[in-house]
């Protein structure tokens, strides 16, 4: 086991964390939570960095890097949507968590095909990916109606656009080769 994978492992221990956290009834467990995520956006970057400057990826760490990565924001949006109880934060949550799954699933049909690399991870993906961590922090640290807060949903709302964008590229990339196994 190297650190770039324990990094992504620890991200997945998070995730409970980040639960038990967020309903603690305290008035610290918000701030507490949001900084539990902010140390998880940093071990998903940090771990890839790693990675490839040490040249430790690894099948595993390429298979559960997106993993991780996935239900901790499907976790943390999930959150969210309980305590804004709203539409308009409902909306893009699951814009971006039907993306994941779609995008998901596409990897996988894209992997059996052998060409998964028709749908690796581009800089709209990457700016998508950038955005939903601020955002989700935002949302997670400062409480609905708090100005910052708003800036979060805002936030939410350009990474949705960027997730619908990047979906759409990939499903464009990946068009020629579904379309002969149909």
């Given at each position: 086991?190297?650190i770039?994978?324990?990094?992504?492992l620890?991200?997945?221990?998070?995730?409970?964390?980040?639960?038990?956290?967020?309903?603690?009834p305290?008035?610290?467990s918000?701030?507490?939570?949001?900084?539990?995520f902010?140390?998880?956006?940093?071990?998903?970057?940090?771990?890839?960095f790693?990675?490839r400057?040490?040249?430790?990826s690894t099948?595993?760490?390429a298979f559960?890097?997106?993993v991780?990565?996935k239900?901790?924001v499907?976790?943390?949006?999930?959150?969210l949507?309980?305590?804004y109880?709203?539409i308009?934060?409902?909306l893009p949550?699951?814009?971006?968590?039907?993306?994941e799954?779609?995008?998901?699933?596409?990897?996988?049909?894209?992997?059996?095909m052998?060409?998964?690399?028709?749908v690796?991870?581009?800089?709209?993906?990457?700016?998508?990916?950038?955005l939903?961590m601020?955002?989700?922090?935002?949302?997670?640290?400062?409480?609905?109606?708090?100005?910052?807060?708003v800036?979060?949903v805002v936030?939410?709302?350009f990474s949705?656009?960027?997730?619908?964008?990047?979906?759409v590229?990939?499903?464009?990339?990946?068009?020629?080769?579904?379309?002969?196994?149909?």
């Amino acid at each position: 086991m190297n650190i770039p994978n324990l990094l992504t492992l620890a991200r997945i221990i998070f995730i409970p964390l980040l639960v038990v956290f967020f309903y603690l009834p305290f008035s610290w467990s918000m701030p507490l939570a949001a900084a539990l995520f902010a140390l998880a956006s940093v071990t998903d970057w940090l771990d890839g960095f790693l990675a490839r400057r040490w040249d430790q990826s690894t099948p595993f760490g390429a298979f559960l890097d997106p993993v991780a990565d996935k239900l901790m924001v499907a976790v943390a949006l999930a959150l969210l949507i309980e305590r804004y109880d709203a539409i308009w934060l409902t909306l893009p949550a699951l814009v971006i968590i039907g993306r994941e799954i779609v995008i998901s699933a596409l990897r996988e049909w894209m992997a059996e095909m052998g060409k998964r690399g028709t749908v690796a991870v581009s800089w709209i993906g990457k700016l998508k990916t950038t955005l939903q961590m601020v955002a989700l922090l935002l949302l997670l640290a400062f409480s609905p109606g708090a100005p910052i807060a708003v800036l979060g949903v805002v936030t939410l709302y350009f990474s949705a656009l960027l997730t619908l964008w990047s979906m759409v590229q990939y499903l464009r990339a990946a068009w020629p080769h579904l379309a002969r196994s149909m």
